[in-house]
T-cell receptor, first 112, second 115 residues
Framework: TQLLEQSPQFLSIQEGENLTVYCNSS?????LQWYRQEPGEGPVLLVT?????EVKKLKRLTFQFGDARKDSSLHITAAQPGDTGLYLC????????????FGSGTRLSIRP | NAGVMQNPRHLVRRRGQEARLRCSPM?????VYWYRQLPEEGLKFMVY????????ESGMPKERFSAEFPKEGPSILRIQQVVRGDSAAYFC?????????????FGPGTRLTVT
């Protein structure tokens, strides 16, 4: 069974601080996605990384796919209260292109 | 262009009743995925359907659960004889192609509570 572990599970920091969320697996994925989910809503795709070592930036968010395609990180610079939410990483396995494996999520809270 | 629609948004059922959850994909999307999410957890894949076909149901319990995506109308996730452990948020996603590496667009979910 392929699993994606996210850390930390919960993170509460002050506005303006930086943070990094990690997504790790012992399995290799063909691509990896990051989603943000707000209470009462469905996940919204933030980014897809496809190439090992790839780095993508989305304003203050930086996403990196590990060289071995087993892990990824999300770094947020100068966090804002609007960044509050549940961040989910999700991997597409080589063995089955029809389903996405989701991590358990990181609940992020930014205090004003 | 309307997004993925799910209804009802909230559903309360007593143990033993049936629950029917509906999902209308985005216009032009012919692939539908159903996921289940327990509180403070990630989403768990249940089933992948194309019009009139179940492509992958490996994540769906063998008993009491069924899904369909008819030629006309929304996709339906049906849970018979619900139990308390079925209480969860059920999300539907759709995509214009069959590979999840393309974007999957999620609906707002149906929150099922079994009393």
């Amino acid at each position: 069974t392929q699993l994606l572990e996210q850390s930390p599970q919960f993170l509460s920091i002050q506005e303006g601080e930086n943070l990094t969320v990690y997504c790790n697996s012992s399995s290799v994925f063909s691509s990896l996605q990051w989603y943000r989910q707000e209470p009462g809503e469905g996940p919204v795709l933030l980014v897809t990384v496809v190439t090992g070592g790839e780095v993508k930036k989305l304003k203050r968010l930086t996403f990196q796919f590990g060289d071995a395609r087993k892990d990824s990180s999300l770094h947020i610079t100068a966090a804002q209260p609007g960044d509050t939410g549940l961040y989910l990483c999700a991997g597409v396995p080589y063995s089955s292109a029809s389903k996405i494996i989701f991590g358990s999520g990181t609940r992020l809270s930014i205090r004003p | 262009n309307a997004g993925v629609m799910q209804n009802p948004r909230h559903l309360v059922r007593r143990r033993g009743q049936e629950a029917r959850l509906r999902c209308s994909p985005m216009k032009g999307h012919s692939h539908v995925y159903w996921y289940r999410q327990l509180p403070e957890e990630g989403l768990k894949f249940m089933v992948y359907l194309q019009k009139e076909n179940i492509i992958d149901e490996s994540g769906m319990p063998k008993e009491r659960f069924s899904a369909e995506f008819p030629k006309e109308g929304p996709s339906i996730l049906r849970i018979q004889q619900v139990v308390r452990g079925d209480s969860a948020a059920y999300f539907c996603a759709s995509s214009p192609t069959g590979t999840p590496s393309s974007e999957q667009y999620f609906g707002p979910g149906t929150r099922l509570t079994v009393t």
